[in-house]
C-alpha cells in the first residue's frame, strides 16, 4: 500500500519559515516525480513545486520562486518544501504528490496558516 505521509504544516507569522516534509512509503521513491501542491477552500489545487526523479530538476509556481525550495533525500523517502517570507496568501493545505511508473499519489495534506 502506497502512503504519503506530510508534515511540518502549522500556524506562522508573516515573513517567517517553514519546512514541510513528506515521507513515502509502499513505492520505489528513487523513480518518482514528485510535487508538492496547494489548496485553499474553493479552489482547485495549485501545483507549487516539482522535483524529477533521475537528475532533480526543479521547477516553480511563479508566485513561490525565490522563496520557496523543493528538495529530496531518496535515502530517507522523503521530499521537502523549504518555505521562506511566508506571507499570508501562502495560507492553505499543501498536498504532496506522487507520479510512479504512470500512476499516481496524493498525500492528505498538511495545514500551513500565515497569520499574525
Known amino acids: 500500500q502506497v502512503q504519503l505521509v506530510e508534515s511540518g504544516g502549522g500556524l506562522v507569522q508573516p515573513g517567517g519559515s517553514l519546512t514541510l516534509s513528506c515521507a513515502v512509503s509502499?513505492?520505489?521513491?528513487?523513480?518518482?516525480?514528485m510535487s508538492w501542491y496547494r489548496q485553499t477552500p474553493g479552489k482547485a489545487r495549485d501545483l507549487v513545486a516539482i522535483?524529477?526523479?533521475?537528475?532533480?530538476?526543479?521547477s516553480y509556481a511563479d508566485s513561490v520562486k525565490g522563496r520557496f525550495t523543493i528538495s529530496r533525500d531518496n535515502a530517507k523517502d522523503t521530499v521537502y518544501l523549504q518555505m521562506n517570507s511566508l506571507k499570508p496568501e501562502d495560507t492553505a493545505v499543501y498536498c504532496c504528490?506522487?507520479?510512479?511508473?504512470?500512476?499516481?499519489?496524493w498525500g492528505q495534506g498538511t495545514k500551513v496558516t500565515v497569520s499574525s
Open positions: 504528490y506522487a507520479v510512479a511508473f504512470q500512476r499516481t499519489y
Open positions: 509502499g513505492l520505489t521513491f528513487s523513480s518518482a516525480t
Open positions: 522535483i524529477t526523479s533521475l537528475d532533480f530538476t526543479t
